[in-house]
């Protein structure tokens, strides 16, 4: 299984900041081992989030996301105490979800 995202939500105002941290190897089925084989896809092709009762992102990636990736957001109209849901599913079938309060 995947380690944890990190995940920092702190909120100003009505809005908050979320930054998201996900281990991944993000391999593009491009790249070739010592041996010159084709090391097989593996990334990350689906990532949401969602504050509170809400769905803030919804996105969908390609081969041109690195590996361990960092994405940012902000969403006006959160709460202090609302929970904030990531998930992401991958090209083999994996999936994690993690959450944080908004701070």
């Known amino acids: 299984m995947a380690e944890p995202m990190k995940i920092r939500a702190q909120l100003k105002g009505d809005v908050a900041a979320i930054r998201i941290l996900i281990h991944h190897p993000m391999e593009t089925g491009l790249r070739k081992d010592a041996a010159g084989t084709l090391v097989p896809a593996h990334h990350i092709h689906?990532?949401?989030?969602?504050?509170?009762?809400?769905?803030?992102?919804?996105?969908?990636?390609?081969?041109?996301?690195?590996?361990?990736?960092?994405?940012?957001?902000?969403?006006?109209?959160?709460?202090?105490?609302?929970?904030?849901?990531?998930?992401?599913?991958?090209?083999?079938?994996?999936?994690?979800?993690?959450?944080?309060?908004?701070?």
């Open 46 to 103: 689906t990532l949401t989030v969602d504050v509170g009762d809400r769905r803030i992102v919804d996105i969908h990636t390609g081969t041109a996301v690195s590996r361990n990736p960092v994405f940012a957001f902000k969403a006006k109209g959160a709460k202090a105490g609302e929970k904030v849901v990531v998930s992401w599913v991958d090209t083999k079938g994996e999936r994690r979800t993690d959450e944080a309060v908004l701070a």
